[in-house]
């Protein structure tokens, strides 16, 4: 039996509240996609007006703001280096851009390139962290000293702390900054990551839990309980807390791909360390001293291999002393 519609099933005008509802739908604006740090939309959004001739002000640096808080610095250097070159250039695109280098380990280049912007307390961070790099302990005490009791500088100041192995005086600046700032959640995962250096695990998962309580998905925090569970269990159940973000294709774990790929090596005792740990020499510093102990378990001597060329004869003899102890890398 065939049967009648009361409407047609396609085309016809839609029902006045359909009219209503789609009339009311309005473009977000960037200042809207930015508070909320929705980086994607503010890029599409600006890229379309780009497109229609609709240029917004300061469209290439927000494109360029935007792509680095993304992770794609090689986006974000193509957007500065283009606007350093106009004529009219903002000359706080310096700072911009000698973050971005940063970020790409391009670290003469940084330092070149924030001489070049007006002093700030930005320009002063990133040259703490650049004398940090190049080991200049005159510079390093320079920009120190510029430091100022806010928020910004004290996060910068732990994160040298922690750097040098300084573990306890990074967890006294995080505790100070968070008992005046409860919704910095994010700063439980430092002060976990200092307790895992520190070999405190248990200490490490309870902090760690009061983030991922909120952020059940961040790649940074599951990497470090999985490497928590590492020290305190096996790889087996290592790498059971990383299975969902192996599976997971989104921007969260393609931002710590490198880091999961290095500590799954570790968790597996070694299996496929030959392809994933080469590459990753110069981008984790845990990576060289995992494929010597690597090498060491097969019987190899490294310096044949032509990966770790560059380690002493002591360094070789303290790898060996402690080969039993691969290293994953929490953070």
């Known amino acids: 039996m065939m049967l009648s519609r009361a409407k047609p099933a396609v085309g016809g005008t839609p029902p006045p509240g359909d009219r209503r509802r789609k009339k009311g739908k309005k473009v977000p604006q960037l200042e809207e996609l930015l508070a909320l740090r929705d980086f994607t939309g503010a890029i599409a959004l600006l890229e379309f007006k780009r497109q229609v001739g609709e240029q917004e002000e300061d469209a290439d640096l927000w494109i360029g703001?935007?792509?680095?808080?993304?992770?794609?610095?090689?986006?974000?250097l193509e957007e500065y280096e283009a606007l350093t070159k106009?004529?009219?250039?903002?000359?706080?695109?310096?700072?911009?851009?000698?973050?971005?280098?940063?970020?790409?380990g391009m670290y003469t280049q940084?330092?070149?390139?924030?001489?070049?912007?007006?002093?700030s307390?930005?320009?002063?961070?990133?040259?703490?962290?650049?004398?940090?790099k190049f080991s200049d302990e005159k510079k390093l005490m320079s920009s120190h000293q510029n430091l100022q009791d806010i928020t910004e500088d004290q996060l910068s100041l732990a994160s040298i702390h922690y750097m040098r192995s300084h573990y306890q005086e990074a967890i006294d600046i995080y505790k100070r900054i968070l008992l005046d700032n409860r919704e910095y959640l994010a700063l439980n995962v430092y002060v976990a990551l200092c307790y895992y250096k520190l070999d405190y695990y248990d200490?490490?998962?309870?902090?760690?839990?009061?983030?991922?309580?909120?952020?059940?998905?961040?790649?940074?925090?599951?990497n470090l309980k999985a490497c928590n569970h590492f020290r305190l269990y096996n790889g087996k159940a290592a790498?059971?807390?990383?299975?969902?973000?192996?599976?997971?294709?989104?921007s969260s774990f393609e931002f710590g791909k490198e880091l999961i790929k290095h500590n799954l090596v570790v968790f597996r005792g070694g299996e496929g360390a030959l392809q994933v740990?080469?590459?990753?020499?110069?981008?984790?510093?845990?990576?060289?001293?995992?494929?010597?102990?690597?090498y060491l378990r097969q019987?190899?001597?490294?310096?044949?291999?032509?990966?770790?060329?560059?380690?002493t004869r002591n360094g070789l003899e303290r790898s060996s002393e402690n080969c039993s102890a691969v290293l994953p890398v929490g953070g």
Do not use: M
């Open 65 to 76: 703001y935007s792509a680095f808080h993304l992770g794609d610095y090689k986006r974000a």
């Open 86 to 104: 106009q004529p009219a250039c903002n000359p706080d695109v310096w700072v911009n851009l000698a973050c971005t280098y940063f970020f790409l």
């Open 110 to 119: 940084a330092e070149q390139a924030a001489l070049k912007a007006p002093k």
């Open 121 to 132: 307390r930005l320009q002063n961070r990133l040259l703490f962290h650049l004398a940090h």
């Open 203 to 222: 200490v490490s998962q309870e902090v760690l839990a009061v983030y991922l309580q909120q952020v059940p998905d961040s790649t940074i925090a599951l």
């Open 239 to 250: 790498e059971a807390e990383l299975k969902n973000l192996t599976d997971s294709a989104s």
């Open 277 to 294: 740990l080469p590459p990753l020499v110069d981008v984790i510093p845990e990576a060289r001293l995992n494929l010597v102990i690597y």
């Open 299 to 311: 019987g190899v001597h490294p310096q044949r291999s032509g990966k770790c060329s560059t380690w």
